[in-house]
């Protein structure tokens, strides 16, 4: 990969994937997103569409169902589809990076066969339950608990903010818990909770700022009793394993993230040639052209950082630093790009039909969640030395 991060030139099978996905995203994404942002509707037959071209099972082994692709396949994906519909694109990012891969990482071979195939299918959904109503990034905060009893974990508590959660296809939360204490210090292991399971509720889902075709709840969990075998990974390991997840999944937010500055980018363009003042093309102008120009730049800075750090994390070299960086510039680039695409519309940019505004109200929680960018510049100094 480190070839083509000078050159811009993405090997044949790379840009042919970006290709079909940049076509469904256009013939397929962009004609209804306008609908399901305005009736706050999942789109099942948008993700039955992507199911079908199999980018569910992009990085994951053909022997459990996957394309045998690898995770910057996944994130080309992520950017054409981040420039159309963010809500679209998220339901895939966090479908495979949280929902599948801590059963790809860290699963026995069993849950493997059993969860893989199903998930990497896109037919079923799978959901990562880590944020509880006093602390995300804060384990010490978690409050949910899992008890052994008779052979089979007893889980209460509750989670927040949880994509994917409660759709129709939804068939597995994976949910971290506290499990005894060491030290201590609170023991947090993960467990898997089959949906649907008695005890488990998917809550109403919250009515939000952007991402409307998004699903997202708060789920609670009241005497959920899981067999003892659905622990994911060690016992005391599901944060220390989990963080491991939002390293990687940094770099496919970094990926959605630059697609929705590159999209705000190709619509002012087109906007800026067709609308007139004055007698001419918005786009001769300069204020209007070099505002492009500089959110053309901000979007190719972003796209360079993401493609580094996916570098890094295929070839097996420590990219922590690396998909942070990517994460806090091209999820800052994507707000600057959508608050200035706004700009350039001027009174069109402040309507909901349009792209540009959805871009607005979708972007600004790309700085928030899978971490802050307080929290990415924690861990950049950090890497840094500090």
């Known amino acids: 990969m480190t070839e083509f991060l000078a050159t811009g030139l993405l090997p044949d099978h790379y840009e042919q994937l970006a290709k079909t996905v940049r076509d469904f995203a256009n013939s397929v994404v962009a004609p209804v997103a306008a609908?399901?942002?305005?009736?706050?509707?999942?789109p099942y037959e948008v993700v039955s569409g992507m199911a079908d071209m199999g980018l569910f099972g992009l990085p994951f082994p053909e022997e459990y169902g996957g394309m045998g692709g690898d995770y910057f396949?996944?994130?080309?994906?992520?950017?054409?589809?981040?420039?159309?519909?963010?809500s679209v694109a998220i339901t895939l990012e966090a479908g495979v990076s949280l929902g599948a891969m801590p059963v790809f990482r860290f699963g026995n071979e069993e849950q493997k066969q059993e969860w893989l195939p199903l998930l990497a299918s896109g037919k079923a959904l799978g959901a990562f339950g880590l944020t509880?109503?006093?602390?995300?990034?804060?384990?010490?905060?978690?409050?949910?608990?899992?008890?052994?009893?008779?052979g089979h974990w007893v889980i209460n508590g509750s989670k927040q903010f949880i994509t994917n959660s409660g759709t129709d296809i939804t068939?597995?939360?994976?949910?971290?818990?506290?499990?005894?204490?060491?030290?201590?210090?609170?023991?947090?292991?993960?467990?898997?909770?089959?949906?649907?399971?008695?005890?488990?509720?998917?809550?109403?889902?919250?009515?939000?700022?952007?991402?409307?075709?998004?699903?997202?709840?708060?789920?609670?969990?009241?005497?959920?009793?899981?067999?003892?075998?659905?622990?994911?990974?060690?016992?005391?390991?599901?944060?220390?394993?989990?963080?491991?997840?939002?390293?990687?999944?940094?770099?496919?937010?970094?990926?959605?993230?630059?697609?929705?500055?590159?999209g705000c980018v190709d619509e002012c363009v087109k906007y800026a040639k067709e609308r007139e003042a004055f007698g001419a093309a918005i786009g001769t102008?300069?204020?209007?052209?070099?505002?492009?120009?500089?959110?053309?730049?901000?979007?190719?800075?972003?796209?360079?950082?993401?493609?580094?750090?996916?570098?890094?994390?295929?070839?097996?070299?420590?990219f922590k630093k690396a998909a942070a960086i990517a994460k806090l510039v091209a999820s800052e680039a994507a707000m600057d790009n959508a608050r200035d695409a706004t700009q350039v519309f001027g009174g069109y940019?402040?309507?909901n039909e349009y792209a540009v505004a959805r871009h607005y109200r979708d972007s600004k929680i790309l700085e928030i969640g899978e971490g802050t960018s307080e929290v990415q510049l924690?861990?950049?100094?950090?890497?840094?030395?500090?």
């Open 378 to 386: 924690m861990l950049i100094a950090r890497e840094a030395g500090l």
């Open 285 to 318: 102008y300069q204020a209007i052209a070099f505002k492009i120009a500089r959110m053309e730049a901000r979007a190719h800075a972003a796209r360079t950082a993401y493609y580094d750090a996916a570098a890094l994390m295929l070839a097996g070299k420590p």
């Open 35 to 42: 609908k399901h942002d305005e009736e706050h509707s999942f």
């Open 349 to 351: 940019g402040f309507m």
């Open 132 to 150: 509880e109503a006093g602390g995300g990034t804060d384990a010490g905060a978690t409050k949910t608990t899992a008890k052994l009893d008779d």
């Open 171 to 262: 068939k597995l939360v994976t949910v971290t818990a506290v499990t005894g204490e060491v030290d201590g210090r609170k023991q947090i292991s993960s467990i898997l909770v089959p949906v649907p399971t008695e005890g488990f509720t998917a809550e109403p889902a919250y009515n939000k700022v952007g991402w409307n075709a998004s699903d997202t709840h708060p789920l609670s969990f009241d005497d959920v009793r899981v067999p003892a075998e659905n622990l994911l990974g060690e016992r005391g390991r599901g944060y220390a394993n989990f963080l491991r997840i939002l390293d990687e999944g940094r770099i496919a937010i970094a990926a959605l993230s630059v697609g929705a500055a590159q």
């Open 73 to 86: 396949a996944l994130c080309l994906a992520l950017e054409e589809l981040g420039k159309v519909d963010q």
